[in-house]
């Protein structure tokens, strides 16, 4: 298999708030041309809250693309490109959930969808939890849910959880810290 991939152009189609689209025209391995969309983001941070009874604190939340609500760990993307992964950490964990910590702890890094998306998600850790409040952004409606690590698994297994950075994160959490 030969390693050599060319970007002969970017072309930005959309500018959003959250992402930005494009088209991308390469010379791929076999000289053949390509085009190829990408989706561009400035990446975020997500955070493990757990909680002295050890149980994880969730979110629930509504999510649009899957037009449902979801149960997942807290997160947020940065508010600039070279805002710190665990500035925004500490910065959702508090909005979302109305606590702080003093104690994070990078856990891994998750790519979301590789094939077209360059959005990548560092989890932290956080516990020594300090009941704060919530600082929800105008268009958030969350809920708080505390579950156990075996319940969330086993919603994971049941594909009743299915968000890839909970999944990933809650399964990493399991197998570093229990």
Sequence with gaps: MADKVERISREVKYKGHILDVYA???KVSNGNIAEWDFIGHKGAAAVVPVLPDGRILMVRQ????????????????????DEPMIECALRELEEETGYRSDNLNFLISVYTTVAFCNERIDVFVADS?????????????????????????????KGEIQDGKTVSSILAYKNKYL
Excluded at 71 to 79: D, Q, S, T, V
Excluded at 135 to 150: A, K, M, Q
């Design 129 to 157: 939890l300090v009941k704060t409040e919530q600082h929800l952004d105008e268009d958030e409606s969350i809920d708080l849910v505390p579950c156990t690590v075996e319940w969330l698994c086993e919603k994971i297994y």
């Design 24 to 26: 991308d025209t390469v």
């Design 62 to 81: 509504y999510r649009n693309a899957l037009d449902r609500f979801t149960l997942e760990i807290p997160a947020g993307g940065r508010e600039t490109i």
